[in-house]
């Protein structure tokens, strides 16, 4: 938890005096601010692809050009998964996470095509559904679990500009949601960790606002 922290300060320590200073770094698009959606799969990795098939989903998410290479975002989206077994065709399984996050992107080199790699941080709110294909009494039986969990995910992409004021933009991350549970066992508590993992590969728009 605490790293988590530490690295949300680091990112307004190292990026908020660019953002508060008053310079403008439009790049050509009249404005600094991005609107975005994104949609593409998301690849079970880990623990998770034991269970879960291949899902998908998307984002919407804001930009700000803080300075001609450091865009700082904030991304809610959504994405699902189904069970790799039918569970005997007696239910459906589902996993999905919605994640609210906030990063920064460092984008290289000047013109249309702009390569970049950044990382997000922050909350995905975990969702686990079963629900029953026999009635019974008139209804099918449904249950269900949420949570939430800090997450991170490095990214790479590439940014296309396609004038006057949208981006292509394309790019993989791989999304990493520790958690760890505990155990008692012969008169002793044990706990352990693990993670939920996912590569996700998105494409999308941004349009200057």
Known sequence: MKRYVWALLLLVILFGPGVSSGQTYDQGY?????????????????????????????????????????????????????????LLGLADFTFSTIPVLIGAKYLFMQGDLRPYVGADLGIHFLKTKISS???????????????????????????????????????????????SGSTFSNGAISTSS????????????????
């Open 133 to 179: 294909n026999i009635n019974i009494f008139g209804s099918n039986l449904e249950e269900s679990n949420t949570e939430s969990k800090f997450g991170f995910a490095p990214m790479a992409g590439l940014r296309m500009h396609m004038p006057p004021n949208v981006d292509l933009d394309l790019n993989i991350s791989y999304n990493i949601i520790p958690s």
């Open 30 to 86: 009249g404005s600094q601010m991005f609107v975005g959606i994104q949609a593409g799969t998301a690849i079970p990795t880990g623990d998770l692809s034991d269970n879960a098939k291949l899902g998908w989903g998307g984002q919407g998410n804001f930009e700000y050009l803080a300075t001609p290479n450091l865009s700082l975002m904030a991304t809610v989206g959504y994405y699902l998964w189904g069970a790799k077994n039918d």
């Open 194 to 209: 693990s993670s939920t993992t996912y590569l996700g590969i998105i494409v999308g728009a941004l349009i200057a606002l």
